[in-house]
């Protein structure tokens, strides 16, 4: 239920006098995503501007705190508002450009450019007038307006900053301009930064990971996906970082010894809770089997989320998994697998039909039910996940011995398959796709006890509510724009 502006003076109790309390009521009307990229956004905040002059106050913070600009034109409003008044500078501790859309207004590259809204000189210059900013979220849209200064600032001018992303930025001028800051720029010996995202970030050498990597000394996000990060800059994580969140898919300079020898050695990673090793086998393959059997046993117990894909597997492995899905909510699984090693992650050996007597231990130890919600198997092809048994009454996969099991994510072989399978609806799933990822959902019906449906928000995903996102968020938002494409698209 959305709150509205007159529903708010019934719930404000007259006794209350605190600006923390009024604040966290009005809390509640604020919204992190704009309904669309030009129709207002916080009408209801912007209502009890008017009201009274303690409310005015306590609504002028929750609407200067967490700035997003969906478009050019927003950004020139907020910069002309802050530099009139440079007291909500002062407010703000966000500033979002994870929405932005440049072909807003059906406006050309050219006509944008010459209308000067937002452009690397007044990036700087709103940059200047938030001198208490703690997130700055960039995306490849705005790439060209990150110049030399904008980055220098960012890095060096603002005490205060803890996140950073520049999710996909990948152009020329962004290139230079961070080879700039790196090879000329002085910067400080240790930065504040504690959550840092080059997401994509394709076209930036190793030595920006070498130079800024160890001036983090207490980074606890880092998601370097698809980038030419080294062995050498992974190691060079200051020892007092305690990493929580850590993304190396697709970083094709790394090799599988390297990782485990990182994740194995380093004290920083010794309490992760998101892991993503995933690879493009296409180009490059990084987990060998003898990598896994080396990985598998050392990965912490405070361990939520682990991707895999990419790696490459056998079932040897299912026995050194199985003691990670008793606490395991994500799991993607690697290559070379098949449908009997994906039923031993969810029963015991003794009661799977797919396992012959052969395979079973008399000295098994008792049974521990796993804890997955989410899993990958979208390595494994159509023959592999022999799709007659899968969706059979025999096999526990998709029956309710696999619960909590309720998505599963396959590949696009797999997906043209099973997409309006009518197998699929009988065995109480549903198929749901979006961008070039499909998966198999659950159905959930009404709770019979009443008990809440379980939305898949958790605290490790910062926001975030669907399984399997591949992209770690630095701040704590509601996911959507181009940070959602990243995370849930691709």
């Known amino acids: 239920m959305t709150l509205r502006s007159h529903d708010l003076f019934k719930m404000i109790n007259p006794r209350i006098h605190t600006d923390i309390a009024t604040g966290a009521i009005i809390d509640q009307l604020s919204t992190d995503i704009p309904p669309n990229g030009f129709t207002p956004r916080n009408i209801d905040l912007m209502s009890l501007l008017l009201t009274s002059r303690q409310l005015h106050t306590a609504t002028l913070a929750t609407l200067y705190s967490q700035i997003t600009i969906p478009h050019s034109r927003i950004f020139r409003k907020f910069l002309s508002h802050i530099s009139d008044h440079p007291s909500l500078g002062t407010i703000v501790r966000r500033l979002d450009f994870s929405h932005f859309n440049p072909t807003g207004f059906r406006q050309t590259p050219r006509e944008r450019a010459q209308t000067l809204n937002l452009i690397p000189e007044t990036l700087l210059q ?23 200064d904008v980055i220098q600032y960012l890095l060096c001018s603002l005490p205060q900053l803890k996140a950073l992303d520049f999710c996909a930025c990948s152009s020329t001028n962004f290139r230079d301009a961070f080879n700039k800051v790196i090879n000329i ?8 930064i504690t959550r840092l995202s080059l997401h994509e970030c394709t076209i930036l050498p190793s030595t920006v990971f070498t130079s800024l990597l160890p001036r983090l000394k207490h980074l ?56 993503n090793l995933a690879m493009d086998v296409k180009s490059h393959e990084m987990l060998t089997p003898e990598d896994l059997t080396a990985l598998l046993p050392i990965l912490p117990c405070t361990l939520r989320s682990l991707n895999l894909k990419g790696s490459k597997m056998d079932k040897s492995h299912i026995p050194l998994l199985l003691p990670l899905t008793k606490h395991l909510e994500e ?8 449908l009997s090693s994906l039923t031993a992650l969810f029963c015991p050996p003794a009661q799977s039909p797919l396992t012959s007597e052969m395979d079973l231990d008399d000295d098994e130890e008792e049974w521990i039910p796993h804890t997955l919600r989410y899993l990958d198997v979208s390595d494994l092809s159509v023959a592999e996940l022999d799709l007659g048994t899968l969706f059979g009454s025999s096999c526990p996969v998709l029956q309710g011995k696999s619960e909590p099991l309720e998505v599963v994510e396959v590949g696009s072989e797999v997906w043209k398959k099973v997409e309006k399978a009518p197998a699929v609806k009988r065995a109480g799933w549903c198929g749901k796709e979006a961008g070039r990822r499909g998966w198999l959902v659950r159905v959930r019906g009404v ?12 605290t490790w995903k910062w926001g975030a509510c669907y399984w399997g996102m591949r992209k770690v968020p630095v701040a704590r938002a509601e996911v959507g724009g181009m940070y959602g494409h990243y995370m849930f698209k691709r």
């Open 126 to 148: 709103c940059l200047s007038l938030t001198p208490n900013l703690k997130e700055f979220l960039a995306q490849e849209h705005i790439d060209d307006e990150i110049s030399f």
């Open 331 to 338: 799991l993607g699984l690697g290559r070379h697998l098949d």
């Open 447 to 458: 709770s019979p006890d009443g008990r809440a449906e379980d939305t898949g928000a958790r």
């Open 220 to 275: 606890t996000h880092l998601d370097v996906a698809h980038t030419r990060l080294t062995a050498s800059a992974l190691h060079s994580i200051p020892q007092t970082a305690k990493l929580t969140h850590l993304n190396l898919s697709k970083c094709s300079l790394l090799s599988g010894a390297d990782v485990v020898d990182f994740l194995t050695n380093h004290p920083a990673a010794k309490s992760l809770i998101y892991l």
């Open 185 to 192: 720029a002085p910067l400080p010996t240790f930065l504040s």
